[in-house]
């Protein structure tokens, strides 16, 4: 069996990413320092899956650490880095903290690659790197605009250094995957996100108003110049953004050497009323709402264009909108048991 690491592997993304992998065949080793998850998620993957993947409890920061975790897995065939901090509003208050965290750990990962000739590596890059686009829907070749948090920086600094790696490097391939906003949990609500305190993200907000955990939730914003003057987003099943990864994997077997960047999205955009609706309409549960202020720094529009995901991968997002709305709700209430 072929043998991933994947970085940040107990977190929301890369834990539905390790039960798509070891579906598909793969032998998945998860390098986690458990910053921002828990340890149970390997049992929990095991539940779904039948194999609890293998785990290192290590700081990708920290190189010593690094690299003994890589000597033991030398015969891995490629790395899927998702450790990173991830708050946006957390980022402005702790940039060091950020840069550190998220570029350390990819130099340390990209060193040890190197030492061990591991010649593959999927980056989760973010729609972030767009900042507020000219023209929608976003293509790959859409122009980057500078960044409007530390976070969104080490994304773009990120995709930079992986790119120079590359080219200096023939045996190195890389797939950057940009994505949009991931929503929902694995069918069997074992798997999900679980967000540090009050959310910062609209889906995992909306659902701790269903479960009266939050009073209310609060809409950033009416007055965009949008269809129905709510901000836009292309909201993506973490089911089919997992899926995205083991296509990736798929990929760079018979990829030439260099770097592949793909958006990961619907090609759908959604208002945050839109979405509100559908949680409503998928779950009969209300949603009650304030409209306040805009939040400084949202982007009043995005969403991808994924035609080239779909060319070179063979992948779509297929997951039907409702059934997203009720694995997040499943997930909710079985983690607001405990
Ligand atoms: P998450 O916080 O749930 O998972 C990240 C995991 O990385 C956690 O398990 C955490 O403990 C681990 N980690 C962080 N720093 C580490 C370090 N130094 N060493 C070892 N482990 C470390 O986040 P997620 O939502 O699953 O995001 C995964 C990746 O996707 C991140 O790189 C994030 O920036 C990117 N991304 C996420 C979104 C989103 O909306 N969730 C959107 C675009 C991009
Ligand atoms: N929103 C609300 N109320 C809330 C939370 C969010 O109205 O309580 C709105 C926001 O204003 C925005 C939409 O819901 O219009 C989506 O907001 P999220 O915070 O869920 O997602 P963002 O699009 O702001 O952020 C996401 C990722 C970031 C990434 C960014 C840009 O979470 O990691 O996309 O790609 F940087």
Request: hydrophobic letters at 40%.
């Amino acid at each position: 069996m072929q043998k991933i690491i994947v970085t940040g592997g107990c977190g929301y993304i890369g834990s539905h990413t390790t039960v798509a992998l070891q579906n598909a065949g793969y032998n998945v080793v998860i390098f986690d320092n458990l910053a921002n998850s828990r340890i149970d998620t390997l049992d929990r993957i095991a539940e779904i899956t039948g194999t609890r993947p293998d785990f290192e409890h290590v700081d990708c920061t920290d190189t010593n650490a690094i690299q003994n975790a890589f000597a033991k897995n030398s015969d891995a065939i490629g790395v899927i880095h998702f450790a990173a901090l991830k708050a946006v509003g957390e980022s402005v208050q702790k940039p060091i903290e950020y840069y550190k965290n998220n570029l350390i750990s990819l130099l340390n990962i990209l060193e040890q690659m190197s030492a061990f000739d591991i010649k593959n590596i999927v980056f989760s890059s973010s729609a972030t790197v767009y900042g507020t686009p000219d023209t929608l829907p976003v293509t790959e070749q859409t122009p980057l605009q500078p960044a409007t948090s530390p976070y969104g920086q080490t994304k773009v600094m990120a995709e930079t250094i992986i790119r120079d790696a590359v080219a200096a490097n023939s045996n190195l391939r890389a797939v950057l995957l940009r994505y949009f906003n991931p929503i929902g949990a694995h069918p069997s609500g074992k798997i999900g996100e679980l967000p540090n305190g009050v959310p910062n993200n609209l889906m995992p907000y909306i659902t701790q108003v269903a479960a009266g955990i939050r009073e209310k939730l609060n809409i950033f914003g009416n007055d965009y110049e949008t269809r129905d003057g709510f901000c836009i987003r292309d909201y993506i099943d973490v089911n089919d953004l997992a899926d995205a990864h083991v296509a990736a994997m798929r990929y760079m077997e018979q990829m030439q050497n260099g770097t592949a960047i793909f958006n990961l999205g619907t090609g759908r955009g959604l208002s945050v009323m839109e979405l509100v609706n559908a949680f409503e309409h998928a779950t009969g549960v209300k949603i009650k709402y304030e409209i306040t202020s805009r939040r400084p720094g949202d982007v009043p529009a995005i969403w991808a264009c994924a035609d080239l995901a779909k060319e070179k991968l063979g992948w779509v997002a297929k997951t039907d909108l409702s059934d997203t709305m009720k694995s997040a709700w499943r997930w909710q209430q079985n983690i607001s048991e405990k």
